[in-house]
Antibody, heavy 121, light 110 residues
Framework: EVQLVESGGGLVQPGRSLRLSCAASGFTFDDYAMHWVRQAPGKGLEWVSG????????VYADSVKGRFTISRDNAKNSLYLQMNSLRAEDTALYYCAKDIAIAATGLLDYWGQGTLVTVSS | QSVLTQPPSASGTPGQRVTISCSGSSSNIGSNTVSWYQQLSGTAPKLLIY???QRPSGVPDRFSGSKSGTSASLAISGLQSEDEADYYCAAWDDSLNGVVFGGGTKLTVL
């Protein structure tokens, strides 16, 4: 059974940093690209970033480019999102999601339950 | 403002057929496949339709998708109360080099 479990969310002040993690199990992690997608309270889905199977291709939404960094550790079956210079508008539930392919296609067949990030002073 | 445009709401009575539209452009729907996600209240999104009209195993055949040009649609036939959810379309955007979602459609079963 595919499982994606996010962690690392919490309350953080504007301008500070936070690192999210996603532990994957139930599939061969290094055979697939992975993504982060967020959802602000009461709002729709917003794609944040994606990473290919071997970290050779990293893609970001314009809203986070230069502030967020996606990475993965295939030996640990883990996906990460380093979030710097956080803003109030980054407040959201952050989902980890599995792609159907080794390269980022954006077709997301499994999602975690999310970890909540709140940016506030 | 979402790149893909969906109606904010839709509704129907049990047993009815409902369609949800998704409008994009040549850089997303016009050149890539469309997927649809269902999000029940308080839960994570679930893949409902991929590659425009394919259903993952376990998704009832009451759900169907189609695409024409720069638009796509999701149809739900034999509407059931458990279909009440938010529905999102998505596609890769070649200009933005990333995934774009619609703003979501809240489906109410009357």
């Amino acid at each position: 059974e595919v499982q994606l479990v996010e962690s690392g969310g919490g309350l953080v002040q504007p301008g500070r940093s936070l690192r999210l993690s996603c532990a994957a199990s139930g599939f061969t992690f290094d055979d697939y690209a992975m993504h982060w997608v967020r959802q602000a309270p009461g709002k729709g889905l917003e794609w944040v970033s994606g990473i290919s199977w071997n970290s050779g291709s990293l893609v970001y939404a314009d809203s986070v480019k230069g502030r967020f960094t996606i990475s993965r550790d295939n030996a640990k079956n883990s996906l990460y999102l380093q979030m710097n210079s956080l803003r109030a508008e980054d407040t959201a539930l952050y989902y980890c999601a599995k792609d159907i392919a080794i390269a980022a296609t954006g077709l997301l067949d499994y999602w975690g339950q999310g970890t909540l990030v709140t940016v506030s002073s | 403002q979402s790149v893909l445009t969906q109606p904010p709401s839709a509704s129907g009575t049990p047993g009815q057929r409902v369609t949800i539209s998704c409008s994009g452009s040549s850089s997303n729907i016009g050149s890539n496949t469309v997927s649809w996600y269902q999000q029940l209240s308080g839960t994570a999104p679930k893949l409902l339709i991929y590659s425009n009209n394919q259903r993952p195993s376990g998704v009832p055949d009451r759900f169907s998708g189609s695409k024409s040009g720069t638009s796509a649609s999701l149809a739900i036939s034999g509407l059931q109360s458990e279909d009440e959810a938010d529905y999102y379309c998505a596609a890769w955007d070649d200009s933005l080099n990333g995934v774009v979602f619609g703003g979501g459609t809240k489906l109410t079963v009357l």
